[in-house]
């Protein structure tokens, strides 16, 4: 039952992603092409609005559904790790036409083909945790 409003979110947030066109390849592909700043306005709102909520946890202590402390931990510096990780995750989302949040909903939609990105998805990210003691960090 805790989990409920966790889910609600979740269609809240595919609702906001669908109606704001953030799912649309064809915004996607004017955003990497400097055609529109449609997908700037949506990606600059969200990084205010996540550090307002950061923000947020900090000061009031917030805590997580089981009731534990958010912890945030400090970034390391590295501009060639981030610069790295921004290329992939860039290239990876000019190839497929999504990000990971609106994968699950164009999945929903019932473009079936994002099956396929979604299982691309997870299987890099258990090779990460497969291979992370073995990569530079």
């Not at 979110?9 to 704001?20: A, D, N, T």
């Not at 649309?24 to 307002?52: C, D, K, N, P």
């Not at 590295?78 to 999945?107: H, K, Q, Y």
């Amino acid at each position: 039952m805790k989990a409920l409003k966790f889910i609600l979110i979740g269609i809240v947030f595919g609702i906001v992603m669908s109606k704001s066109e953030a799912i649309s390849w064809y915004r996607i592909q004017e955003m990497f092409r400097f055609q529109s700043f449609h997908m700037y306005g949506i990606i600059g709102t969200a990084v205010l609005l996540g550090i307002i909520i950061v923000q947020l946890i900090k000061r009031f202590d917030l805590k997580d559904f089981k009731g534990n402390s958010i912890v945030i931990a400090p970034k390391e510096k590295g501009f060639v790790r981030a610069l790295a990780g921004g290329t992939l995750f860039g290239l990876g989302w000019a190839l497929t036409g999504a990000c990971p949040g609106p994968l699950f909903v164009n999945l929903g939609y019932g473009f079936l083909t994002f099956a396929v990105v979604i299982i691309g998805a997870i299987a890099g990210a258990w090779l990460y945790g497969y291979f992370q003691d073995k990569l530079p960090h």
